[in-house]
Structure formats: structure tokens, C-alpha cells
């Protein structure tokens, strides 16, 4: 990988949330540790996370969007192709027009978007030796060399047939999961739980839904139990949650980088059925799972029907409430421990798969 110059192209916003350029992120540092060049190539929307991207000594290459008004006031959506606000067509363009701008030698394009499909990675094939696509929704057509779904599927060897071209070389599942070393680090020191004591709460990088403001009506009722909820940088409730708190046994984080030391530090979780998943099964934490978008669903259903997680389809205050009393008692608390099986990851290179 040495002096080989990799791109990706990945979106962050209140809308698409920060999880594509979180595990973007974390294959670009596999690759600098291979002293590969990376940028990172994004729309200039709000809350993009180029400072944070900025911050781990990548350079960024922003594409223009001059409607950010117009982009906050829109409703949520899982229809995925207005998360682009651009067509395609133009969004192929202006990267390969900015990479031309640049004269930047492109051997290995990363495309993590759920707005792109095929179409896209055919034009900007032009710009590029080989192309990696990052998916988890199988619901669209890719031309790429090597497509990575991370996700645990019970149908994962099935999902890309007739979505991918014939010479795809598919990396499918957990075993290829985008572990950042902070994880690995931690993944390695696991503190041995005994009781509830400090529950951890993060609903993804955007909880665009809100499910942090719901969680807040019961903490008070908990006195003895120490909550840590986590709000993500792209996240626009942020202020409101903040003056939400008035409990003395809650601590608000926001924006941290010491989350799976925070994972680790903690007794149960209450959180979303995003990319966290994986990190919190990885650190043994149990807990309770919400999808918080419908991508969620198919893959929290999978790992629950292995026992592998506690999942709820539906999010009801007064069962949660149930629940943590419940498992305030520290015989069913070491009961739920042990019904949850542990997750078999097996640590599998995505850069020893991928040729440049």
C-alpha cells in the first residue's frame, strides 16, 4: 500500500448521520498505517464532519452545496436519493472534476453512499484504477472491484446476486468489520461486570428521531444508577437534551473520542442498532436495542434471532422502565449476561483482500 493514493467518497449530515464517515475513517487509518495517501472527498453539507475528519490528518476535498437553509428544514426520509440533493449524474462530475483539479493519481476510490449506485461508479471509473463500494442494503446495482458489507445477515451470501457485476470480489460480514484500534485496545482489557451500575446511552451520531429526549423522563426514577448519554456531533437536538437534564446521576457527553473506553466503563446499554452494534458486542456489553432507522431492522432482527442481542421492534418507556428494574437486581442482571451469546468475530483484513 505504500505511496498508493486512496479516495473516499463518503457524506455526513443531520440526515445521513455520521456512521459511513466513522467506519470510513477507521479503514483510512489501516491504510496510512500502510503509508497509503488518503483524502476524503465530501458535500459540503451541514454538520459534514470535515473537522473531524480534519482533526485525524486527512485532507478533505469538499464538494459545493450552497442550499444549507433549504437542507435543515427537510422532513426525515429512508428514501435515500434525497439525502444527495444533486443528481448523480452531476455528484459524478464535480468528483471527478475536483480529483482533475487536484491531479490527484487515484489508484483505490471508496464509495460509501446509499445515494450511489452504479451509475456513478461506472463514470468515475475514469478517475480511478479500482473501486471499493461499502454497503449494508443490497438494494440497488454496483460496478465495482470489490464491494464490503460489514453487517451480519442471515441471508449474507445470497443479498448481492444480480447486484453486483461477475468479477466483484464480495467481503461480506462481520469478520471484515471496520474496527478502529481504540476499539481493539479495549477489546483486549474487558472489565468483568457484576451488577447495574452505569448505563450507557448513545441512539448513533444523529438520532434524528430523538430517541435521547425520550430516554430522559425515567432517569429520575433510577437515583441509584448512573446514566451516560452520548450525543453525536451531528446530532441537532444537542442544546435541547442539554437543558433537558436536571438529574444529578446523569453526565451528557458530546462528540467524544473515548467512546469504547466509555463502553467499556459501563454496565448496560440503551442504544440504536447502528454501527455501534458491533462495538458494544465486541466490549460483551449487554443491553437493550431500537433501530432508529429502518436500514436497522433486517440486521438487528438477524442478530436477535442468534441471541446476540436484546432487541425491541417497538419503543415503549414503561417496558424499558420494567427492565432496568428488573435488571437492577443483580441475580436476573448476571441471568441477562449470560443468555446473550457471544458474537464468534473473527478479525479478517479488508487490505489483504484488496490488489492496487
Known amino acids: 500500500m505504500k505511496n498508493k493514493v486512496i479516495v473516499?467518497?463518503?457524506?455526513?449530515?443531520?440526515f445521513i448521520g455520521s456512521g459511513h464517515v466513522m467506519r470510513c475513517l477507521n479503514l483510512a487509518e489501516m491504510f496510512r498505517e500502510q503509508q497509503g495517501k488518503v483524502y476524503f472527498l465530501c458535500r459540503d453539507y451541514p454538520r459534514n464532519l470535515s473537522a473531524e475528519i480534519i482533526s485525524r490528518d486527512f485532507e478533505v476535498l469538499l464538494l459545493d452545496f450552497d442550499k444549507k437553509e433549504e437542507y435543515l428544514v427537510q422532513t426525515v426520509s429512508d428514501d435515500y436519493k434525497q439525502w444527495l440533493w444533486v443528481t448523480q449524474d452531476q455528484d459524478a462530475l464535480e468528483s471527478m472534476d475536483i480529483i482533475k483539479k487536484f491531479e490527484i493519481s487515484v489508484d483505490l476510490l471508496i464509495l460509501d453512499h446509499y445515494a450511489l449506485d452504479s451509475d456513478w461508479e461506472k463514470k468515475c471509473r475514469?478517475?480511478?484504477?479500482?473501486i471499493l463500494v461499502i454497503d449494508d442494503?443490497?438494494?440497488r446495482l454496483h460496478n465495482c472491484d470489490y464491494l464490503l458489507d460489514q453487517n451480519y445477515f442471515s441471508n449474507m451470501a445470497d443479498r448481492y446476486l444480480g447486484k453486483v457485476n461477475s468479477d466483484c470480489k464480495l467481503l461480506l460480514g462481520p469478520s471484515y468489520f471496520l474496527f478502529s484500534n481504540s476499539l481493539l485496545y479495549q477489546a483486549k482489557n474487558i472489565r468483568q461486570r457484576t451488577e447495574l451500575k452505569?448505563?450507557?446511552?448513545?441512539?448513533?451520531g444523529a438520532d434524528s428521531?430523538?430517541?435521547?429526549?425520550?430516554?430522559?423522563?425515567?432517569?429520575?426514577?433510577?437515583?441509584?444508577?448512573?446514566?451516560?448519554?452520548?450525543?453525536?456531533?451531528?446530532n441537532p437536538n444537542f442544546l435541547k437534551i442539554k437543558n433537558s437534564i436536571k438529574d444529578k446521576n446523569c453526565k451528557l457527553y458530546y462528540n467524544i473520542n473515548y467512546m469504547h473506553e466509555l463502553i467499556n466503563d459501563c454496565d448496560f446499554g440503551i442504544c440504536a442498532g447502528g454501527v455501534n452494534t458491533y462495538e458494544r458486542m465486541l466490549l460483551r456489553l449487554p443491553g437493550i436495542v431500537y433501530a432508529t432507522a429502518e436500514n436497522q431492522l433486517e440486521t438487528c432482527n438477524a442478530l436477535a434471532d442468534n441471541n446476540y442481542i436484546f432487541f425491541c421492534t417497538e419503543f415503549d418507556l414503561d417496558y424499558l422502565r420494567n427492565k432496568l428494574r428488573e435488571f437492577s437486581v443483580v441475580d436476573n442482571y448476571q441471568r441477562f449476561i449470560l443468555s446473550l451469546n457471544e458474537f464468534p468475530f473473527t478479525n479478517m483484513s479488508v487490505l489483504s483482500e484488496v490488489a492496487l
Not at 8 to 14: E, G, I, K
Not at 126 to 130: E, K, P, S
Not at 198 to 204: D, K, L, N, T, Y
Not at 209 to 233: C, R
Request: net charge positive; no cysteine; glycine share 4%.
Open 8 to 14: 473516499f467518497r463518503v457524506d455526513a449530515s443531520p
Open 198 to 204: 452505569r448505563i450507557f446511552v448513545f441512539f448513533g
Open 126 to 130: 475514469a478517475i480511478t484504477r479500482r
Open 209 to 234: 428521531k430523538d430517541f435521547t429526549s425520550k430516554i430522559l423522563p425515567l432517569i429520575k426514577d433510577f437515583p441509584l444508577l448512573e446514566f451516560h448519554i452520548v450525543v453525536g456531533a451531528v
Open 137 to 139: 442494503l443490497a438494494n
